[in-house]
């Protein structure tokens, strides 16, 4: 069974950066897989952040995150990226990284079922 493993959370300021990894349990490999990042805040449901498909080729983002972050993968490594820059306090939550047989579009469009979910990293911002 493959397991997803997040890092990288963490309490910055507002403004602030924090680059999300989301890598593949030894002895397996994430090239036959979209990967999506996704974020629960306190209170809310969880929501889709970006997604990108096996080769890397197509990203997708939601509105409120564009121009700020970036969704990246190396296959070599088995380990997907979220560069998140000018992060805002609406950003705080539990960041989970998911995987999909299916499309890295119909993944964020909520349309794709998941195969595989993370355990989640805690992101905090504030002054």
């Known amino acids: 069974q493959l397991q997803l493993v997040e890092s990288g959370g963490g309490s910055v300021q507002p403004g602030g950066s924090l680059r999300l990894s989301c890598a593949a349990a030894?002895?397996?490999?994430?090239?036959?897989?979209?990967i999506g990042w996704f974020r629960q805040a306190p209170g809310k449901e969880r929501e889709g952040v970006s997604c990108?498909?096996?080769?890397?080729?197509?990203?997708y983002y939601a509105d409120s995150v564009k121009g700020r972050f970036t969704i990246s993968r190396d296959n070599a490594k088995n380990t997907v990226y979220l560069q998140m820059n000018s992060l805002k306090p609406e950003d705080i939550g539990v960041y989970y990284c998911?995987?999909?047989?299916?499309?890295?579009?119909?993944?964020?469009?909520?349309?794709?079922?998941?195969?595989?979910w993370g355990k989640g990293t805690l992101v905090t911002v504030s002054s």
């Open positions: 990108i498909s096996r080769s890397g080729g197509l990203t």
């Open positions: 998911g995987a999909t047989r299916k499309t890295a579009q119909a993944m964020c469009l909520g349309t794709a079922g998941m195969d595989y």
């Open positions: 030894s002895g397996f490999t994430l090239d036959y897989l979209a």
